[in-house]
């Protein structure tokens, strides 16, 4: 039984690997399907090394390295798609190596969590998964021209993702909710406009519902 956790790990990088393939022949909706998995696998690792008791570095170490490679290298090939499609407009030839500033930053802000930000409440800066889930969300916006299709859009999002990243700002993580229905307000709030504007514009509302984690963040800790 000690062993599931870290199958289970393995199973994200096997998402991870999955994704990037499907990325790289512009099958979006396996890709899709396999980020998807990805995240399952990385929340149930965790939650299944606490079931049998097992914990320990080596786990540790083999998260952050299955992170790295689904939450760092896949939303990269997702910036570098978002880039070739604007190039079909724009000629910019350097756009698409742009996208490997988010698995650069990706990358540190791993290493960082384990050796400085393991016992910060919440999180200090966008967690991976999340940024990978804005990454997805843009390439869903694009593809239903719900985004503008223009180099400085890209420049713009494409900075405020690495930023988030390794920025000072916390993030609420959701598995420690506040007590009391009065202070998850901001958080049911944010859930419900990341409903709305999923029943209309689908995944695309990832673009939208991920940057509004850092705002729900700062109003529970100005009015909490």
């Not at 920025?167 to 909710?177: E, I, Q, Y």
Request: hydrophobic letters at 60%; proline letters at 5%.
């Amino acid at each position: 039984m000690r062993w599931i956790p870290n199958a289970l790990t393995l199973g994200n990088v096997a998402c991870g690997m999955a994704a990037i393939w499907y990325l790289m022949f512009q099958n979006f909706e396996y890709a899709t399907a396999a980020v998807v998995l990805a995240f399952v696998f990385d929340g149930l690792d965790g939650w299944a090394a606490r079931k049998v008791g097992v914990s320990g570095e080596f786990g540790v170490q083999l998260d952050s390295l299955a992170d790295a490679i689904t939450f760092g290298v896949v939303p990269g090939f997702m910036w570098m798609q978002l880039a070739m499609w604007m190039n079909t407009t724009y000629s910019w030839p350097a756009l698409p190596v742009l996208g490997w500033a988010v698995t650069l930053a990706s990358v540190y802000r791993l290493a960082r969590f384990n050796s400085d930000m393991k016992d910060h409440p919440g999180f200090l800066g966008m967690p991976t998964p999340a940024n990978t889930a804005f990454a997805l969300g843009l390439l869903y916006a694009a593809d239903a021209e719900l985004i503008p299709m223009h180099p400085a859009f890209f420049l713009v999002a494409l900075a405020w993702s690495v930023y988030s990243l390794n920025a000072s700002f916390t993030v609420a993580s959701f598995k420690d909710l506040p007590s009391g229905w009065w202070s998850r307000g901001f958080r049911l709030a944010w859930l419900a406009v990341s409903l709305t504007a999923f029943a209309f514009w689908g995944l695309a509302a990832m673009a939208v519902a991920v940057p509004l984690l850092p705002v729900v963040s700062a109003l529970e800790k100005r009015f909490l």
